[in-house]
């Protein structure tokens, strides 16, 4: 099963207003003690999926998402067999088979839902189809974009950084992730990750809270809401028409959309051009350093620099 867990939380520990709900060890003696090393990133579309069908049951607790939620109850018709899914998802814990943890970075939606009965796998198919794929694009850049600023601070200030900021309701302490609750358990549920590892799942859907598995097998997981979530439901911004002026209108469009990481053929379909002219300005973007490329995979991610930042402000 999956636990939701929230509740205000100094992020470091060290003092709380909320019972702490779950303990989650990724250090040891040994070989065993390997968890700490297997901290990765990864999301999942069929966890999106399922999270964004409970936010359409009590759209009040997923307030971020109400432009969504109105969007998306007048296409509920055209989904057979929904009650199927909404049973399985009633009450606050979750069955861990329809939150399957990722084991790539971004798992295709047909091979997360391999472990489901037939008839529950069709729903949610049918679910990501009506409600999640015509955003699905904007989603990921999203949760790109929250990877890409965790991979930074990983890389500048240590795991214990990305752990401190993940979500008010979890913090490391003594070696361990400790996630507080909304209730007082008897004793917090401990889950020991020392050899398996542990991924770090940005979520859209699953805003507010952080969710974790609370008996995995393999490697553990804790979702927690990616940034920016608030402007997903945003009108696109404009290009600052003194910016346009300056380096040209298609360059100040790719600068705006270049807030969360994107591939060439992803910038040509939004901007309505081709992927070599795309090419050629980004070519002359990155040399005027105000975009920096990197090669995620077999895909090539663009997005711009903090001197791009500075330039649009």
């Known amino acids: 099963m999956h636990r939701p867990v929230g509740g205000g939380v100094c992020p470091h520990g060290g003092r709380r207003d909320s019972p702490v709900a779950v303990r989650i060890r990724l250090t040891g003696a040994g070989p065993a003690g390997a968890g700490l090393a ?15 069908v409970d936010g359409l049951r009590v759209p009040g607790a ?47 939606l047909e091979a997360e839902l391999v472990g489901l009965p037939a008839r529950v796998a069709d729903v949610v198919r049918s679910c990501h189809e009506v409600l999640v794929a015509p955003h699905w694009r904007r989603i990921v850049a999203v949760l790109e974009a929250d990877v890409h600023a965790r991979a930074a601070v990983l890389a500048d200030r240590g795991i214990g950084a990305v752990f401190a900021d993940l979500h ?21 549920h401990r889950v020991d990750l020392a050899r398996d590892g542990l991924v770090l799942s940005p979520s859209v859907f699953c805003w507010p809270r952080a969710w974790t598995a609370a008996d995995p097998v393999g490697p553990g997981v804790v979702r927690y809401p990616a940034r920016g979530i608030a402007t997903l439901w945003e009108s696109e911004p ?76």
């Not at 975009?291 to 995620?296: G, K």
């Open 62 to 108: 997923h307030a971020v998402h109400l432009p969504w939620v109105a969007w998306a109850r007048e296409r509920l018709a055209a989904i057979d067999d929904l009650p199927v899914l909404l049973d399985l998802m009633a009450g606050p814990v979750k069955p861990a088979a329809l939150m399957p943890v990722p084991d790539v970075r971004m798992p295709d």
């Open 38 to 52: 297997k901290v990765r990133f990864a999301y999942s579309p069929v966890f999106e999926t399922v999270m964004a």
């Open 168 to 188: 008010p309701g979890v913090a490391w302490a003594d070696g361990e992730l400790v996630l507080y609750g909304d209730s007082r358990p008897d004793r917090p």
């Open 238 to 313: 404009a290009a600052p028409d003194e910016l346009a002026a300056l380096i040209g209108k298609t360059r100040a469009a790719l600068l705006v959309l270049l807030a969360a990481p994107m591939s060439t053929t992803e910038l040509a379909t939004r901007l309505g051009v081709t992927a070599g002219a795309v090419s050629q300005h980004i070519g002359v973007l990155r040399g005027a350093r105000l975009v920096s490329t990197r090669r995620d995979g077999r895909a090539v991610l663009h997005m711009r620099t903090a001197r791009a930042d500075a330039l649009l402000a």
